[in-house]
């Protein structure tokens, strides 16, 4: 399995080993530059092939290796960058593309190398010879140190801070054979509902209020942009403060989910679902598009994976309609559901997860359709809300 593993270059850093990086970076920018210039003034994309393109590339790279002293991997990097805009181009059509400042791609045992040493920093990068002491956590060290294979990084700067984003082939766990099901239940109000022993409610409501904040800030800044102006420094900024708490609360909520499934020995079962974006007003769109949804199944997924734990993708047609015990339609008020039919009173977050998990259960034994309980069963209370 592959992951993606980001390590820091650290702040304490000696001052020109950060000045070596800057130009480093800077030169290939400027590799790229010249591949690039050179690809459309001849037009190579005429020669449809891939090979063909960078064989034809290849006449440029001693004049830029030597031209501007790089590593000759990294030459390679820049001419392989180059090639795929021109393939990616010619698949989809449109204008030519356009050049945009990439990252530098290091390949593992040529450009770069990572090493334990000393007692301070836990881990180095040899980047082009030079060593750079990295910044990582436990969970990072650990991952890096039991990888079967290391990969290529992407080495970056952002906010004025290195980053080395390292692809690490790692061992998945053997399969595990679930006693049950947990069923999930993802949603705005709560981030997850997970229907365990007993109902899980994990919130990021505090967050939320944060982006609620910094949307309107961007709305105040926005109507002082001179006009035809669109965005600003400020406004960036901001947007970034969003894309972070966004991917904490995706981190946050799939390891608690991945946490209890372990625990429990149990399969996670979510919904199949998009979320259609058309017809609302702008708030609600907002809220849609803050629905960090599809990250959050995207960290379960690759999570689980490496834990052992299946993931089951269930119909959501009807779970927040029916009543999970006795199968009846029921009304939503809010965040309450009540049953036509049997009368029963459920939070209807709770009550989805656990027609989630009936879905993922008769998945796993093989049937299409599971028969509902009857109406004998006694009501069943208002669950209440656990942890944040």
């Known amino acids: 399995m592959k992951l993606t593993v980001q390590l820091k270059v650290s702040e304490k850093t000696n001052r020109e080993k950060l000045l070596?990086?800057?130009?480093?970076?800077?030169?290939?920018?400027?590799?790229?530059?010249?591949?690039?210039?050179?690809?459309?003034?001849?037009k190579v994309y005429e020669l449809g092939k891939r090979t063909l393109i960078e064989n034809e590339l290849q006449k440029l790279y001693y004049t830029v290796k030597e031209s501007l002293e790089l590593h000759s991997q990294v030459v390679l990097s820049a001419r392989r960058d180059i090639v795929d805009d021109i393939m990616s181009w010619v698949k989809t059509g449109g204008d030519y593309p356009n050049l945009t400042e990439k990252p530098i791609?290091?390949?593992?045992?040529?450009?770069?190398?990572?090493?334990?040493?000393?007692?301070?920093?836990?881990?180095?990068?040899?980047?082009?010879?030079?060593?750079?002491?990295?910044?990582?956590?436990?969970?990072?060290?650990?991952?890096?140190?039991?990888?079967?294979?290391?990969?290529?990084?992407k080495l970056f700067k952002r906010n004025g801070k290195w980053f080395l984003h390292v692809t690490v082939e790692v061992e998945e766990n053997r399969p595990l054979k679930p006693k049950g099901v947990l069923g999930v239940d993802l949603g705005l109000r709560n981030s997850a509902t997970v229907c365990s022993s007993r109902p899980i409610f994990i919130k990021h409501r505090h967050l939320l209020y944060k982006i609620t904040y910094y949307w309107r800030q961007i709305d105040r800044l926005k109507s002082k942009l001179p006009k035809g102006q669109r965005t600003s420094k400020r406004i960036r900024r901001l947007w970034t403060k969003i894309r972070r708490i966004n991917n904490f609360i995706a981190h946050d909520t799939s390891a608690k989910i991945v946490k209890i499934a372990i625990r429990e020995q149990k399969a996670i079962a979510l919904e199949k679902l998009e979320v259609p974006?058309?017809?609302?007003?702008?708030?609600?769109?907002?809220?849609?598009?803050?629905?960090?949804?599809?990250?959050?199944?995207?960290?379960?997924q690759y999570k689980a994976k490496l834990n052992g734990i299946p993931v089951i993708f269930v119909n959501p047609a009807h779970t927040s309609r029916k009543c999970h015990l006795c199968g009846g339609d029921g009304e939503r008020f809010s965040s309450i559901f009540k049953c036509k039919v049997c009368g029963r009173i459920y939070n209807a977050d709770f009550n989805a997860s656990k027609n989630i998990a009936k879905r993922a259960k008769s998945l796993l034994a093989g049937v299409s359709n599971p028969p509902c309980?009857?109406?004998?069963?006694?009501?069943?209370?208002?669950?209440?809300?656990?942890?944040?």
């Open 277 to 300: 974006n058309n017809g609302h007003n702008r708030k609600w769109s907002r809220r849609l598009s803050n629905w960090v949804r599809g990250k959050i199944t995207k960290y379960i």
């Open 20 to 42: 070596k990086l800057e130009k480093l970076y800077d030169k290939y920018q400027m590799a790229l530059r010249l591949f690039y210039n050179y690809a459309k003034d001849n």
């Open 105 to 153: 791609t290091l390949v593992y045992g040529r450009s770069y190398r990572l090493f334990e040493h000393g007692k301070e920093f836990k881990l180095w990068a040899k980047i082009c010879g030079i060593p750079y002491p990295l910044e990582l956590g436990d969970r990072q060290l650990q991952l890096i140190r039991k990888a079967k294979k290391i990969g290529e990084a």
């Open 373 to 388: 309980r009857g109406l004998r069963d006694e009501p069943t209370k208002l669950p209440t809300f656990s942890g944040e």
